[in-house]
Structure formats: structure tokens, C-alpha cells
């Protein structure tokens, strides 16, 4: 009996509502890649070229 008169003060009648559904829930639209290019711009690499490689671009007339 000590037990169940314990329980129920630990319990709690409220519950956590965000005010936005989480992302699982409302997944973004599609945008294909032109989309995508014409908002953010061309792909960046990972790594940062090194000198010799960004002399070697514009000797070339790479970008």
C-alpha cells in the first residue's frame, strides 16, 4: 500500500507539446538540383585547395 501511495506522486499528469511537429513528422518538400544550385550557390569542396592548386586553376582558366 506504501508502494501505490508513492507511485502516484511521481506520476505526473502533464505532457511535453512542442509547437512545431518534429522533422520526422513533416518531412521537406523536394527540390531537385537546379533549385537547390540557384538558392545556395555551387558545391564547395570538403578540403580548402592547396596554393599550387589554386595557381594551377587560374593559370588555366579552371574554377
Known amino acids: 500500500m506504501e508502494f501505490t501511495a508513492c507511485r502516484r506522486l511521481i506520476m505526473s499528469a502533464y505532457t511535453f507539446r512542442s509547437s512545431r511537429p518534429d ?12 533549385l537547390r544550385a540557384q538558392t545556395y550557390g ?3 569542396p570538403m578540403e580548402a585547395p592547396s596554393l599550387a592548386e589554386r ?4 593559370l588555366t582558366g579552371r574554377r
Open 23 to 34: 522533422r520526422w513528422v513533416a518531412p521537406r518538400p523536394y527540390s531537385d538540383a537546379s
Open 42 to 44: 555551387r558545391v564547395q
Open 55 to 58: 595557381l594551377l586553376a587560374r
